[in-house]
């Protein structure tokens, strides 16, 4: 572990320096011994690819502090065994007008639509964290066969919940915003909102799941965004 000031209020804790599914578990148990170990101080956590971002209280405790209290935890911590993470469903319609892009994700793919929606479809993808937008899960594991370059130029306005690819990655656009990644489709559920709370549907360490839909699904839930699916 690699401890490097950030701020006179922050400690960036690297747990490696590569995208891998071990690293990110060590970074997500390291982020649950900190959140549930009581140290006055210590204000909030920010789990990333490969590291954790912590900040706290320069008034009431210091960068060597929060140093040594991340190097105990870490002396007592070892490779979890056990499973952490909730998997999430999310409904997706591909294709049509929430997903302008699949056509041309399956001809640069040499695949058909079908094959692209079955494939993308055909895996859970592990949330490694969360940024960019509020809610916006950077999501690994995506099938090598499906992988399609960024937009030239980025669309200035892209809805809320629509999925895309962008290069080696996918994700969810989880509200309205410009973006340059591939649209595939689109999910009705609402998934980030305020009112609910830190966690919202999904959380850093989760995996995903993405359930193909129908548009008459889509509409149905639709009318009720804020549901548990």
């Known amino acids: 572990m690699r401890l490097k000031a950030v701020g006179d209020r922050a400690?960036?804790?690297?747990?490696?320096?590569?995208?891998?599914?071990?690293?990110?578990?060590?970074?997500?148990?390291?982020?649950?011994?900190?959140?549930?170990?009581?140290?006055?101080?210590?204000?909030?956590?920010?789990?990333?690819f490969a590291s954790l971002l912590v900040y706290y209280d320069p008034l009431v405790i210091d960068f060597d502090e929060v140093s040594q209290f991340l190097i105990n935890i870490c002396k007592t911590s070892g490779e979890s065994k056990k499973e952490t993470g909730t998997l999430v469903r999310i409904p997706v319609c591909y294709g049509g007008?929430?997903?302008?892009?699949?056509?041309?994700?399956?001809?640069?793919?040499?695949?058909?639509?079908?094959e692209v929606i079955e494939i993308h479809s055909g895996r859970d993808y592990r949330i490694y964290m969360l940024g960019f937008l509020p809610g916006f899960p950077y999501l690994g594991g995506m099938d090598e066969r499906i992988i399609t370059p960024r937009l030239s130029l980025p669309r200035t306005?892209?809805?809320?919940?629509?999925?895309?690819?962008?290069?080696?990655?996918?994700?969810?656009?989880?509200?309205?915003?410009?973006?340059?990644?591939?649209?595939?489709?689109?999910?009705?559920?609402?998934?980030f909102d305020p009112q609910m709370g830190e966690k919202g549907r999904y959380q850093a360490g989760d995996s995903i799941r993405f359930v193909p839909i129908s548009q008459k699904e889509f509409d149905e839930i639709s009318q009720t965004p804020e549901m548990r699916w």
């Open 11 to 48: 400690v960036l804790a690297e747990l490696g320096d590569s995208i891998s599914e071990s690293i990110n578990r060590k970074v997500m148990e390291l982020n649950e011994k900190v959140r549930s170990t009581s140290r006055e101080g210590i204000l909030e956590t920010v789990p990333a």
């Open 97 to 114: 007008i929430h997903g302008k892009d699949l056509s041309f994700v399956a001809e640069h793919s040499g695949l058909k639509e079908e």
């Open 157 to 191: 306005k892209i809805p809320a919940g629509s999925v895309g690819i962008g290069g080696e990655q996918t994700g969810i656009y989880p509200m309205e915003s410009p973006g340059g990644w591939q649209l595939i489709g689109r999910t009705p559920l609402r998934l």
